[in-house]
């Protein structure tokens, strides 16, 4: 057993422990064709996410021929309906995620999902998937109120404290969460497999893996 530094490691939800991009394109691409525009490639989906669902549509609807404020509200409530009503059809945790959560939780590590996705979003797709009994903790990006989402540090403080306390690192895909990390003063490690909004060596993680059996031997080195 590798003796670890830490006595929580929080992770990011969507590009980090799930692949989600399936799920959330089909979400886009409806909100997209009640609007009549053309869809989004479902390849090209994963640099539109980060940030929430909001910021996603708000990239898909400029992509595709601007993005109006009147249009906006009512295309995200129905993206929000249809996401909630088919959040796990293709969503599935990437490889090595449940050997990975085993030998955290083995290490006596408590484990905790800090996401800008919806709290009750976080928590249906992780019951849907059979993952939430291994989290101590679900922080959802609307959990405490308007501006204390990621990149605010807000959320992992929250997460902390939840926690008792105790030495923390955060594992994330973009730069919101290495900006969270940077500014709740906690370690960060970035996964190059998801959905990174800049190259990941450039996303400013004291650490980047790529696959995630690189992660507990790259916690113990931090």
Not at 29 to 55: D, F, Q, S, T, Y
Not at 139 to 162: S, V
Not at 184 to 195: E, H, L, Y
Request: with cysteine; glycine share 10%.
């Amino acid at each position: 057993m590798t003796k670890l530094p830490f006595d929580i490691v929080g992770f990011d939800l969507d590009g980090t422990l799930l692949d989600t991009h399936r799920d959330l394109g089909a979400a886009v691409n409806h909100a997209l064709a009640l609007a009549g525009r053309p869809p989004v490639p479902v390849a090209e989906v994963r640099g539109l996410i980060g940030g929430g669902a909001k910021k996603m549509l708000e990239r898909a609807l400029s992509l595709t021929g601007g993005c109006q404020e009147s249009e906006l509200k009512p295309l995200y409530h129905e993206l929000l309906r249809f996401y909630e009503a088919n959040i796990a059809v293709y969503t599935r945790p990437f490889p090595g995620t449940a050997a990975m959560l085993d030998a955290l939780a083995d290490n006596g590590v408590k484990l905790a999902v800090v996401t800008n996705k919806f709290e009750s979003f976080a928590c249906r797709v992780l019951d849907e998937l059979d993952l939430s009994g291994r989290f101590y903790t679900v922080i959802g990006g609307d959990t405490l109120g308007p501006g204390k989402a990621k990149p605010a540090r807000d959320q992992l403080d929250e997460m902390i404290a939840r926690a008792g306390g105790g030495r923390a690192a955060y594992v994330g895909d973009t730069s919101y969460d290495t900006l969270a990390a940077k500014a709740a003063g906690i370690p960060s490690v970035a996964v190059s497999f998801g959905f990174n909004d800049l190259p990941p060596e450039e996303l400013g993680a004291d650490a980047v893996i790529h696959h995630f059996d690189e992660l507990i031997p790259t916690l113990a080195r931090l």
